[in-house]
């Protein structure tokens, strides 16, 4: 068990760790305060520290290696936890949404204004670096180069490619760190206008957002869970690997199947015409040895056939030569 937890996602089990402890010092200031945002910021912060929680033991689980009984291994497990998180987040948005209409309702007055702002302002520190860290983390899992583009903008564009573990802890800390920003100038506008509907329409604002977040990720997890095509980019990395080899002429079939963060390829390959059976089949082998030193590619079945002379496969540097 140790050795699988060794293995778990590290950007969902930091970000529940951080969560927890703000989660304890939001719900301490919102039980003296009596802050509607206050309150709807610590719901937040609980629901996250579950939810990284959860899908942290998830991703270790998802490690573990295939079984007689479960062949295909547990890629897809990761997933489920995510989908189990999405329910958390959203009854949590219901009671925040809940609570700021009764704001709403019977508006009141706030204390220990300092205090609010203090654990909120430290929250919005910390839900940043660790959201700054998952960044980090999108680009390394999805093997690109932020020198050319910039960091936001590589990160914004490549986080479809990174594990679902990170991609929710990656769109959690938007929400999170937006929600502290959204509860902090709730409260100051409320404190210094005398106006506290602002409160409730700051606590309704962060449940809104819990509600965007949870219809995102539990879009792209129930996709997930049923098996969905990888992106272009990795099928074309697979298609590479493969027709750089030597002997290998075409790809006539080519199927990538994303399965949590791993990948599952099925493909025919041509080969030089006038070959031997035995010939053939040392190179189907070398081409499967190939794609699984990719450490995202977790298996490969690979048929071979005659060349027909055509090219069916063209990868995008091919074609944009064309």
């Known amino acids: 068990m140790w050795e699988l937890l060794k293995k778990g996602n590290t950007s969902s089990g930091i970000a529940s760790l951080g969560n927890t402890g703000l989660a ?3 719900w301490i200031a919102a039980i003296i305060s009596g802050s509607g945002s206050m309150f709807a910021t610590a ?6 520290a579950l939810n990284q929680g959860m899908v942290y033991f ?6 573990k290696e295939p079984t007689k009984r479960f062949p295909a291994g547990f890629n897809r497990v990761v997933n489920l936890f995510v989908l189990l998180a999405v329910i958390v987040v959203s009854i949590m948005a219901y009671e925040t949404l809940l609570k700021g209409w009764e704001i709403l309702q019977h508006p009141k007055e706030s204390k220990n204004f300092w205090l609010n702002v203090s654990i909120l302002v430290i929250s919005v520190v910390v839900d940043g ?8 983390e999108v680009v390394a899992e999805s093997d690109v180069d932020t020198s050319q583009k910039g ?4 990160v914004i564009k490549n986080v479809k490619y990174s594990s679902p573990p990170t991609r929710l802890v990656f769109y959690e800390d938007i929400v999170a760190t937006l929600g502290a920003l ?35 990720i539990g879009y792209e997890n129930t996709i997930g869970l049923v098996g969905v095509a990888a992106p272009k980019r990795v099928k074309d990395k697979v298609a590479k690997i493969m027709l750089d080899h030597s002997k290998v002429k075409d790809i006539h079939e080519l199927r990538v199947l994303q399965e949590g963060r791993q990948y599952h390829v099925e493909s025919y390959i041509e080969l030089e015409k006038g070959m031997s059976l035995a010939e053939a089949d040392d ?7 190939l794609l699984l030193e990719d450490k995202d590619i977790d298996d490969a079945t690979i048929g071979v056939i005659e060349s027909d002379e055509d090219q069916d496969y063209q990868l995008k540097d091919q074609k944009d030569k064309e």
Do not use: P, Q, R, W
Request: charged residues 15%; proline residues 0%; glycine residues 8%.
């Open 129 to 136: 670096y660790v959201l700054y860290k998952v960044m980090k």
């Open 58 to 63: 998830g991703s270790a689980l998802a490690e």
């Open 151 to 154: 960091f936001i903008k590589t």
């Open 182 to 216: 959204v509860a902090l100038i709730a409260i100051i506008i409320a404190n210094f206008t005398g106006n506290y509907l602002v409160d409730g329409i700051g606590t309704i604002l962060i449940g809104l957002l819990l509600i965007g977040i949870a219809i995102k």
């Open 24 to 26: 304890i010092a939001k």
């Open 283 to 289: 190179i189907k082998f070398e081409v499967v040895d």
């Open 43 to 48: 719901i937040h912060s609980s629901a996250d």
